[in-house]
């Protein structure tokens, strides 16, 4: 019974419930295994478990989204990695 009510607190602002990033993680995960197995051909699958991960990853904040935006324009080509070189003056 605890464990129902720890969810249903999660919900509400009282103290004592579950984190809603873990809730929603755990959700995708679940879910993820849900279609995988049930609904999708099995060709397909391993792009749908790595999707739910990557949301799984950023409900935890294991990856934030800018990281996740500059990686994919990296990925894709449209955006070049610069390394800039700047001189450090001293200032008398």
Do not use: Q
Request: charged share 20%.
């Amino acid at each position: 019974m605890s464990f129902i009510n720890d969810i249903f607190k999660s919900f509400s602002n009282d103290p004592g419930g579950w984190s809603g990033r873990k809730i929603s993680a755990a959700t995708g995960v679940i879910t993820a295994v849900y279609i995988g197995v049930r609904l999708l051909p099995e060709s397909d699958r391993i792009y749908a478990v790595y999707a739910f991960l990557m949301f799984s990853s950023v409900c935890l904040g294991l990856v934030t989204i800018p990281e996740l935006i500059k990686f994919l324009s990296l990925r894709s080509g449209s955006m070049t990695k610069e390394t800039k070189i700047e001189e450090k003056t001293e200032v008398k």
